[in-house]
């Protein structure tokens, strides 16, 4: 009695699968191995002698040639070991854990060697902005010390002229206080010219009197008018500062109004904010699922069309009735 469980077709179909896919990578592997010994041969050969007897000459180029060769030498010899493991474990138990071992080995060793790439090409880049910057600090420096030895000549001949200045100074200085004290005893020895009368001075006396009088008149009507003036302006300040005062009350309450109202509707526009990220997130996933699952749909149709085996057992049996057509 045949078994009605899938499991059984299903392990023949996955191990014709694995078989084909491991007939198909030793076939590539074999094509790729007689690529590469045959370049091995046109390059190395004979010549290998003269190649060698190269590399010890030219130096460090042809030392880096050398090391990037038994590097490929070194992954060449890794792929075949990787290769003949993972026929190893298809053939034993259907599987291949070296081979996805070996491919996130090569990944891992590709991020680290990228990522060494751009930390030397910062490294690289950092150096030349410091070898610029300090070029750009050493030409600032010699200008600033040029600018300095400007300064300090000037500053030497501007003290120079000024110990000149006053030098010169203090000789006019000596010369005219004594020409002054030889005038001075000039006027000394001058006769002394007599007093004025008493009718004179007084009528000086009653002169200046009138003219501090309406000074002091002058100066009251003017401190009188600065008080008037005083106390106007004080009072318009006043009222200025008591119109500002209340602009202030009612900016201050409307702010606090406004305040309130925000803090009220900053929990909902964060709530809103976080919901359109969540249904952004869920719409993702959920087209993301649909598609695999169409792909995985479409993809074991395809199977059960092309192997004729569940519900499309029939197409076995139509495509042995189709005739073929004769060749003419």
């Known amino acids: 009695m045949p078994s009605l ?5 299903m392990e023949v179909l996955r191990q014709r699968l694995l078989l084909e896919v491991a007939r198909k990578q030793m076939r590539e592997a074999s094509q790729r191995q007689a690529v590469a010994n045959r370049v091995f041969l046109q390059n190395v050969g004979k010549r290998e002698r003269r190649a ?4 010890l000459e ?12 038994d590097k490929l030498v070194r992954d060449r010899n890794i792929i075949k070991e990787i290769s003949l493991r993972t026929l190893v474990e298809l053939a034993e138990g259907g599987e ?3 081979l996805k071992q070996a491919v996130e080995m090569f990944e891992n060793n590709a991020n680290s060697a990228i990522s ?4 030397n090409e910062n490294l690289k880049t950092s ?3 410091v ?3 300090l070029k750009r600090s050493s030409q600032q420096w010699k200008l600033d010390l040029r600018n300095y030895e400007i300064k300090i000549a000037c500053l030497r001949d501007s003290i120079k002229d000024n110990e000149l200045n006053s030098r010169f100074q203090f000789e006019y200085v000596d010369k005219w206080l004594s020409a002054r004290a030889e005038s001075s005893e000039l006027q000394l020895q001058e006769k002394t010219k007599p007093c004025p009368r008493i009718e004179y001075e007084d009528c000086v006396h009653n002169e200046l009197l009138r003219a501090y009088a309406l000074q002091i008149k002058e100066r009251e009507e003017l401190l009188e008018y600065w008080k008037l003036r005083y106390a106007k302006d004080t009072s318009d300040l006043d009222m200025r500062l008591s119109v500002q005062c209340e602009k202030l009350r009612i900016t201050v309450d409307r702010r606090g109004e406004l305040e309130s109202l925000y803090k009220l509707h900053a929990g909902e526009m964060r709530a809103w904010l976080t919901f359109k990220k969540e249904r952004a997130a869920r719409l993702v996933r959920e087209e993301r699922l649909r598609r695999a699952a169409t792909r995985i749909q479409a993809w074991w149709r395809g199977l059960m069309v092309r192997r004729a085996i569940g519900s499309f057992r029939y197409l076995k049996n139509a495509k042995k009735s189709v005739p073929k057509a004769k060749k003419k």
Request: charge should be positive; proline fraction near 3%.
């Open 58 to 69: 030219n130096g460090v180029r042809n030392k880096t040639l050398k090391q990037v060769y």
């Open 5 to 9: 469980s899938i499991n059984n077709p």
């Open 131 to 133: 070898s610029m910057d």
């Open 116 to 119: 060494l790439r751009t930390r």
């Open 127 to 129: 150096l030349d902005n």
């Open 52 to 55: 060698e007897r190269k590399f």
């Open 96 to 98: 291949w854990h070296t």
